[in-house]
């Protein structure tokens, strides 16, 4: 009976205290003496943008329903407008409210176009990408007057206009104009891929004219950076001279304050600001980003027409199906096939994932002897379409050694053009002889750790190796 009175007061008690909340909630209503709107100025609109909540965004002070004039949504001309809202409060007791504020519609704004003038132009070369590139701020399309194929007359100061029409409303069509020179000569360029090692202290490139002059301080001009992971090389050289080829004045040759050798990485770039190198006709040598040094490669090739290097006879099946190769015991991602070859009549393939089993070459092929020194080492590759392989890596090792490696290298493929034969080349530096009296390896591995974020079997072909002399070298 006791528990009963208990449980029936703790009621009351729980009923009272919602009471006296609810009255006061109630009291704070009908404290509320004054209905308020609250509403700033909006910011400007750009034309064409619909008035949103940013614009009609009024609150009330008390429950109740707001209406907008004009309604959310709304496209407003340029100028300056009036917006209307009126508010009806939930509770009738409250009077109803109305607000306005004014909001201006400006025009719509104009795109940025980065567009330089073009560099002098060729007579009879038709304008390209390279002259037409204007960029802008905002996405849309481009239309050029005149457009991509015109060939222009000879002259200065020819215009070329760009019309844009940007895909944003935001923004408005807006145009540029720069200004192009067509001469029967032109500026002096670097020719591709010419930049070669001409000695332990010097280098030398093309150009695709004649030199006239170059000038005062033509080395300021000069960026000669060396790199050497596995010596732990990576340092600008200084450029003490620069000079003409007596006997082919395309050629500038470069003196540097430091040896540079066959296993380096070595590049040239230049900077046409207060260098002075010009012309016959006087026109300037343009800047050109690095480029890569080739350091050339003398003599025949050791392993022409060898078995070894070419994948040709086939063998025993525990051989990876070549003379000569081991890829350990069947399932392999190796073997030779003849569906694919560059020369002869097959190609080794490979269709795996990473960290599978390495192909093993025995020696560099009959009679074979190699010196110590720099070699260029080349492979003939075909990777399939698809492949985000990004590097492979080799190495080479003695029996007489335990198979210790004696050199490697990675080979970088990621860029390298897909489905197609492709050659690649290094540089190696072999720190002893190699002769098919000491049974040598020579291993290709496929590894994780070399290609981060691939994922999936690769699939590529491997043909043709090939190995040269070269004159130049090795750093010590």
Same mark, same amino acid.
Not at 51 to 75: C, D, K
Not at 85 to 94: G, Q, W
Not at 175 to 195: C, E, G, H, Q, W
Not at 196 to 225: K, Q
């Given at each position: 009976?006791?528990?009963?009175?208990?449980?029936?007061?703790?009621? &009351?008690?729980?009923?009272?205290?919602?009471?006296?909340?609810?009255?006061?909630?109630?009291? /704070?209503?009908?404290?509320?003496?004054?209905?308020?709107?609250?509403? /700033?100025?909006?910011?400007?609109?750009?034309?064409?943008?619909?008035?949103?909540?940013? /614009?009609?965004?009024?609150?009330?002070?008390?429950?109740?329903?707001? &209406? =907008?004039?004009?309604?959310?949504?709304?496209? *407003?001309?340029?100028?300056?407008?009036?917006?209307?809202?009126?508010?009806?409060?939930?509770?009738?007791?409250?009077?109803?409210?109305?607000?306005?504020?004014?909001?201006?519609?400006?025009?719509?704004?104009?795109?940025?176009?980065?567009?330089?003038?073009? @560099?002098?132009?060729?007579?009879?070369?038709?304008?390209?990408?390279?002259?037409?590139?204007?960029?802008?701020?905002?996405?849309?399309?481009?239309?050029?007057?005149?457009?991509?194929?015109?060939?222009?007359?000879?002259?200065?100061?020819?215009?070329? %206009?760009?019309?844009?029409?940007?895909?944003?409303?935001?923004?408005?069509?807006? #145009? %540029?104009?720069?200004?192009?020179?067509?001469?029967?000569?032109?500026?002096?360029?670097?020719?591709?891929?010419?930049?070669?090692?001409?000695?332990?202290? #010097?280098?030398? =490139?093309?150009?695709?004219?004649?030199?006239?002059?170059?000038?005062?301080?033509?080395?300021?001009?000069?960026?000669? !950076?060396?790199? +050497?992971?596995?010596?732990?090389?990576?340092?600008?050289?200084?450029?003490?001279?620069?000079?003409?080829?007596?006997?082919?004045?395309?050629?500038?040759?470069?003196?540097?304050?430091?040896?540079?050798?066959? @296993?380096? $990485?070595?590049?040239?770039?230049?900077?046409?600001?207060?260098?002075?190198?010009? #012309?016959?006709?006087?026109?300037?040598?343009?800047?050109?980003?690095? %480029?890569?040094?080739?350091?050339?490669?003398?003599?025949?090739? =050791?392993?022409?027409?060898?078995?070894?290097?070419?994948?040709?006879?086939?063998?025993?099946?525990?051989?990876?199906?070549?003379?000569?190769?081991? &890829?350990?015991?069947?399932?392999?991602?190796?073997?030779?096939?003849?569906?694919?070859?560059?020369?002869?009549?097959?190609?080794?393939?490979?269709?795996?994932?990473?960290?599978?089993?390495?192909?093993?070459?025995?020696?560099?092929?009959?009679?074979?002897?190699?010196?110590?020194?720099?070699?260029?080492?080349? !492979?003939? $590759?075909?990777? /399939?379409?698809?492949?985000?392989?990004?590097?492979?890596?080799?190495?080479?090792?003695?029996?007489?050694?335990?198979?210790?490696?004696?050199?490697?290298?990675?080979?970088?493929?990621? +860029? $390298?053009?897909?489905?197609?034969?492709?050659?690649?080349?290094? $540089?190696?530096? =072999?720190?002893?002889?190699?002769?098919?009296?000491?049974?040598?390896?020579?291993?290709?591995?496929?590894?994780? @750790?070399?290609?981060?974020?691939?994922?999936?079997?690769?699939?590529?072909?491997?043909?043709?190796?090939? *190995?040269?002399?070269?004159?130049?070298?090795?750093?010590?």
């Amino acid at each position: 009976m006791k528990k009963r009175i208990i449980y029936f007061l703790g009621f &009351v008690i729980m009923g009272l205290s919602v009471a006296l909340i609810t009255s006061c909630e109630d009291d /704070e209503l009908f404290s509320i003496k004054d209905v308020l709107i609250t509403w /700033e100025e909006p910011a400007d609109v750009i034309d064409g943008v619909a008035l949103s909540e940013t /614009e009609l965004s009024a609150t009330a002070n008390v429950p109740g329903t707001m &209406v =907008f004039t004009p309604a959310l949504g709304t496209v *407003l001309p340029k100028g300056d407008h009036t917006l209307t809202a009126d508010f009806t409060p939930r509770e009738s007791k409250y009077p109803s409210l109305t607000k306005t504020v004014t909001v201006t519609v400006v025009d719509k704004l104009i795109p940025v176009i980065t567009w330089e003038n073009p @560099d002098v132009l060729a007579l009879g070369t038709p304008l390209s990408e390279e002259q037409l590139n204007a960029t802008a701020d905002v996405e849309g399309t481009f239309v050029y007057t005149p457009p991509i194929g015109t060939v222009l007359p000879l002259g200065e100061n020819q215009e070329l %206009k760009v019309d844009f029409t940007p895909s944003v409303i935001t923004h408005q069509p807006t #145009s %540029k104009t720069v200004m192009i020179n067509v001469r029967d000569v032109v500026p002096l360029r670097y020719a591709d891929k010419s930049a070669v090692y001409t000695g332990l202290e #010097s280098l030398a =490139f093309n150009v695709d004219g004649e030199v006239g002059s170059l000038g005062d301080n033509p080395e300021m001009g000069f960026t000669v !950076h060396v790199t +050497n992971n596995g010596k732990l090389v990576d340092k600008d050289i200084e450029v003490t001279g620069v000079s003409i080829n007596a006997e082919d004045a395309t050629q500038i040759e470069l003196t540097l304050a430091q040896e540079i050798y066959a @296993d380096d $990485i070595i590049t040239v770039a230049f900077n046409q600001e207060g260098s002075g190198i010009v #012309s016959t006709d006087e026109q300037p040598l343009l800047s050109f980003d690095a %480029k890569q040094v080739s350091v050339l490669a003398t003599g025949e090739d =050791f392993l022409a027409g060898n078995a070894w290097a070419g994948f040709e006879p086939t063998a025993a099946p525990n051989t990876g199906g070549v003379a000569g190769y081991w &890829v350990g015991a069947l399932p392999h991602p190796w073997a030779r096939t003849t569906d694919m070859f560059v020369s002869g009549e097959a190609s080794m393939k490979f269709v795996g994932g990473f960290d599978d089993k390495p192909l093993y070459g025995m020696n560099f092929g009959d009679n074979v002897d190699t010196e110590p020194g720099a070699y260029e080492v080349s !492979h003939k $590759i075909y990777i /399939e379409e698809g492949s985000d392989l990004k590097m492979i890596r080799t190495t080479i090792a003695r029996k007489s050694n335990g198979w210790e490696t004696d050199t490697e290298t990675t080979w970088d493929v990621e +860029n $390298i053009k897909r489905g197609e034969w492709v050659t690649i080349k290094r $540089i190696m530096n =072999f720190p002893v002889a190699f002769n098919n009296s000491d049974r040598c390896r020579y291993t290709y591995y496929v590894q994780a @750790d070399l290609n981060e974020g691939v994922t999936g079997d690769q699939t590529f072909y491997l043909d043709d190796m090939g *190995l040269r002399k070269v004159d130049a070298a090795a750093r010590p």
